[in-house]
């Protein structure tokens, strides 16, 4: 199987086309290749080349069988996977159809018409030559009658030659035979005596014309009686339907074939000259005998009687094609006076016909030929400008579509700089603007979409920069507990909460709120954070400085100096002056904050705080009493020189301190704000937790009362427990 395989790869690569790989497609490769190679055995001769033949045909029907669905299949996915050939297929089954079909019945109907006018022509000759026959017949009646009246017992009539021929007819061995009571009258010429007529009918009426067939062959015959003084004359005059006859009928027509009692079928002999297309096979179809007038006749013998004349000449123009037509010829069995089946063949051209049809006026022929003829080119040319009007406007569609699919393949591809160049106003070019509309807007939001990731990047690495800033554990001392937790709204936060530890025995206690959200507060509160630090941290050195001094210096003055100085930075209210003053400094005027500051000491477990314009912290004492620390001032920030009080609270075992900003008791619900209350009182469920459970237990409360809904603003909590 490889082996076939490689073959059928090497083959179409040479073609180069793509190997077949469905089972259709490799089914009907392999039927070629065998029909092919039948088809040399075709040229042995004998039996041999028979049996070949025999099967290349068989292989064929089988390979046609197979290439109909794959034809089918290509059609479809290939030729018609286009825009353009299924409007081109679309137009032609729309447009063209129609015309195929009304131009296809036009030229049947013209076929039909023409055939029937050949049949009509050769029928109109027939009966003129039996006119003149029968006009013939009475002058000979006539003339015989004078006879007889001269001499009633003569047997021997001389018939005059004349009337033998005319000028428009020219009729070969023609046959009179008269009857005198029955008995046969003696003619001169000989030339006009007929030897097969040898009796009157006694069928025939008084006056009789038609074409009869006496003995299998067809003659013109005309037939008149009359009784004068009791005696009774019949003359019968007779024409043969030979070659020089029918010739004469059929001149001006083309061939007129007549063909008396034969079968109809289409697959034997050819009758007709210069074209003609016509079959016959005469006899029945089993091949058996015919019966004419009793007598049983051979199909050869049949076939000898049809009788043709005439020529037909050659065609005037390419679309002088051969016209044949076949009708039935009223026809009478001379012996028994009953119907005959006799045909009429007809085989012309349309030039023929057309001469026929205006054979009065040629020159009016000519021009109204001349004029179809144009017409006829005039609706082709306007046929085929309406199918080039349809191609362009069908490239017009099918160019906005490949625009469209070039425009969208360089898309998929990145290249959102790749436009479609619209050059008309139409439906089509509005979509392609459209299209460079939305392609220009999806770079533009890409690149929205790039910076934005890139901000998103920054403030992340803001919120790593911010997540530093806080305490990274919770701080403890011996004698006291904290925990501070801060939940921004957004990426970053305004809030703010600090835990400074000074040795065993000290600690400073910071929570902020900077007024805005985002960047700007989180950016404020940074520099809120670094001057807190900055003015603690500068206390304590100077503290520690002042110290040194003392020790090593003789003069108290000195001493008293440094101390009173590092006891100015130990003091909340000091500092929040000192912030307020550098907040309103290098600020805008609209910038501020809210500020708590406490400062804890362990060894007399005393806290001394200032609240500069924030929600006063909480003290929830052991006996569940509450206590609000709200000695303070203003805003920092909004109003320069600005002094600032203190309180000092002392803390026994078991009161927590609880310091919030407004994003945990001001979110809202359909039932009002969360509370300070509510907030209390989960504390005051959980305070046998620690600190960190209590928070949870806050956020968890809080969460629960905001809902779905997003949280409105930043969220600090602090705790602190005396031990």
């Not at 197979?66 to 081109?88: A, E, Q, S, T, Y």
């Not at 085989?347 to 054979?359: A, D, E, G, H, K």
């Not at 392609?432 to 770079?443: H, P």
């Not at 910076?451 to 011996?478: C, G, T, W």
């Amino acid at each position: 199987m490889g082996h076939l395989r490689n073959f059928e790869i090497g083959v179409f690569r040479r073609l180069r086309r793509d190997p077949p790989r469905g089972k259709s497609h490799r089914l009907a490769f392999w039927l070629l290749v065998v029909y092919l190679a039948l088809a040399l055995g075709r040229l042995l001769p004998g039996g041999a080349g028979t049996v070949f033949s025999t099967l290349s045909g068989l292989t064929f029907f089988f390979l046609i069988l197979f290439c109909i669905p794959l034809l089918w299949r290509w059609v479809f996915g290939r030729l018609l996977w286009k825009v353009r050939n299924r409007l081109i297929v679309t137009y032609l089954l729309m447009g063209l159809t129609p015309v195929v079909l009304f131009v296809s019945l036009a030229l049947i109907l013209l076929y039909a018409f023409s055939g029937q006018f050949a049949i009509f022509a050769a029928s109109a000759e027939i009966k003129a030559e039996l006119a003149h026959i029968a006009s013939t017949n009475r002058a000979f009646d006539l003339h015989i009658a004078h006879a007889v009246d001269l001499d009633p017992k003569t047997r021997n009539v001389t018939l005059p030659e004349a009337e033998n021929t005319s000028v428009d007819h020219e009729h070969v061995a023609m046959q009179v035979a008269a009857f005198l009571d029955g008995k046969q009258l003696a003619l001169t010429p000989e030339t006009l005596k007929s030897t097969t007529i040898t009796s009157a009918p006694s069928w025939a009426a008084a006056h009789f014309s038609s074409v009869v067939v006496d003995n299998g062959k067809l003659y013109l015959r005309a037939v008149d009686t009359h009784t004068r003084d009791g005696r009774t004359i019949t003359t019968i005059t007779s024409l043969p339907l030979g070659e020089e006859n029918v010739a004469q009928i059929a001149r001006g027509l083309g061939t007129v074939t007549i063909v008396p009692d034969v079968d109809i079928e289409d697959d034997e002999t050819m009758v007709g000259e210069n074209g003609g297309v016509t079959k016959y096979s005469f006899g029945k179809p089993s091949g058996g005998p015919v019966k004419i007038d009793g007598h049983e006749l051979s199909a050869e013998e049949a076939r000898k009687r049809a009788v043709r004349g005439g020529t037909l000449p050659p065609a005037q123009h390419f679309y002088d094609v051969p016209v044949t037509f076949l009708a039935p010829l009223e026809t009478v069995d001379w012996a028994t006076g009953k119907a005959h089946t006799t045909f009429t063949h007809v085989t012309s051209r349309p030039s023929l016909l057309y001469q026929r049809l205006f054979i009065t006026s040629l020159q009016i022929a000519a021009v109204v030929q001349e004029v179809l003829i144009g017409i006829a080119v005039l609706f082709g040319v306007l046929e085929l400008i309406a199918f080039i009007m349809a191609v362009r406007l069908n490239r017009t569609i099918t160019k906005s579509i490949r625009d469209l699919y070039e425009a969208t393949t360089a898309i998929d591809k990145g290249d959102l700089t790749h436009r479609i160049d619209v050059t008309r106003h139409d439906q089509l070019a509005a979509l392609s603007r459209s299209f460079n509309s939305m392609a220009a807007s999806l770079e533009r939001l890409l690149e929205e979409q790039r910076e934005k990731e890139r901000l998103q990047n920054e403030l992340e690495i803001a919120q790593e920069v911010q997540a530093n800033l806080f305490p990274l554990a919770n701080v403890s001392l011996p004698m006291l507990e904290l925990h501070g937790a801060c939940y921004p709204a957004r990426t970053v936060s305004g809030d703010y909460y600090d835990f400074l530890v000074f040795g065993n025995t000290g600690l400073g206690l910071a929570l902020g709120d900077i007024s805005g959200k985002g960047i700007s507060a989180a950016l404020l509160m940074a520099t809120l954070h670094s001057a807190v630090r900055a003015y603690r941290f500068a206390g304590l050195e100077l503290v520690s400085a002042g110290n040194r001094a003392l020790a090593s210096s003789l003069d108290p003055r000195v001493g008293e100096a440094e101390l009173e100085c590092g006891e100015l930075f130990e003091q909340p209210g000091k500092i929040l002056a000192l912030l307020n003053r550098h907040l309103f400094r290098s600020t805008q005027p609209e910038k501020y904050a809210t500020l708590f500051l406490a400062h804890y000491e362990s060894a007399r477990n005393q806290l001394v705080y200032s609240t500069g314009g924030h929600l006063p912290p909480l003290l929830l004492r052991a006996d569940d009493s509450m206590t609000r620390l709200d000695c303070g001032g203003t805003v920092v920030g909004l109003i320069d020189n600005m002094s600032y009080e203190q309180g000092t609270e002392q803390l026994y075992p078991g009161d927590i301190l609880i310091a919030y900003s407004d994003g945990v008791t001001e979110p809202e619900n359909e039932f009002g704000e969360f509370g300070e209350e509510r907030m209390v009182e989960v504390v005051r469920r959980h305070r046998h937790l620690p600190l960190d459970a209590i928070s949870e237990q806050v956020m968890q409360s809080l969460r629960t009362w905001i809902g779905g809904q997003e949280q409105p603003d930043d969220i600090t909590l602090v705790l602190a427990r005396q031990r």
